[in-house]
């Protein structure tokens, strides 16, 4: 299978750039916490000044939402609603160790991160605008409709891994404790989005490694390379 990005989508939005990992022998029970509190610590840092909605990278998405006929302050990039809820309870929510490692990269660099189950996708994943007939799962197990012209993760099958393009996953590939073989996604659109991508994808790629002693492929996707062969 592959990942990537639409033609519609790259045009829209050509100062895009994304970063795909993958991996397999992901379990439940590795211990991450030196480096969730780690990342943590740098995005306590970076909000020591001001708000998550003062970060450049945030500014970004906010503006993007707007595009999209979006209102920012009610549909947030997912880095951004992990900011605002680290500022105000201090910590973030443990839920599985990939995801909350995921969850204090994307603080910390204060980009939008989703990693999914590979074996609940379909074929390729793609993002691109929604017909209205792709199905979504919610976490409460609730099957809804994305909008037409919605961006959303799409795979073969028809189905939506995500809602709003970075505002929502779905409950169907989420990551679960019997999850083994992953793809974690990171996007950006700020002006040093490039840079940030890189750094970013190498902090996950070094943090998976160490904490599961797995080998995962990665690359940088840009207006040059936009396909990810998984």
Not at 61 to 71: E, H, I, P, S, T
Request: contains cysteine.
């Amino acid at each position: 299978m592959y990942f990537q990005h639409a033609e519609a989508i790259r045009s829209e939005f050509p100062g895009l750039v994304a970063a795909a990992i993958t991996t397999t022998g992901i379990t439940a029970t590795s211990d991450v916490e030196e480096q969730v509190a780690r990342f943590t610590a740098i995005a306590q840092a970076r909000l020591s000044g001001g708000t998550e909605s003062d970060l450049p990278e945030i500014k970004a998405w906010r503006q993007a939402f707007a595009k999209m006929g979006l209102k920012p302050t009610q549909y947030r990039c997912a880095s951004e609603a992990l900011l605002r809820r680290l500022r105000k309870e201090g910590e973030l929510p443990r839920i599985h160790p990939l995801i909350d490692l995921c969850n204090a990269v994307s603080v910390a660099f204060a980009i939008p991160v989703a990693a999914l189950d590979l074996d609940r996708i379909s074929g390729d994943l793609e993002v691109r605008h929604a017909t209205g007939d792709e199905e979504y799962v919610t976490f409460a197990d609730t099957i809804e409709h994305p909008e037409p012209g919605e961006v959303i993760f799409a795979d073969a099958g028809g189905n939506s891994h995500a809602r709003r393009w970075t505002n929502r996953q779905s409950g169907s590939s989420a990551v679960r404790p019997a999850t083994s073989r992953v793809l974690i996604v990171a996007e950006a659109l700020h002006e040093s989005a490039a840079e940030d991508v890189a750094a970013l994808m190498k902090t996950l790629v070094e943090g998976v490694a160490g904490a599961w002693g797995v080998a995962p492929g990665s690359a940088v996707l840009s207006g040059v390379a936009r396909r990810f062969e998984v």
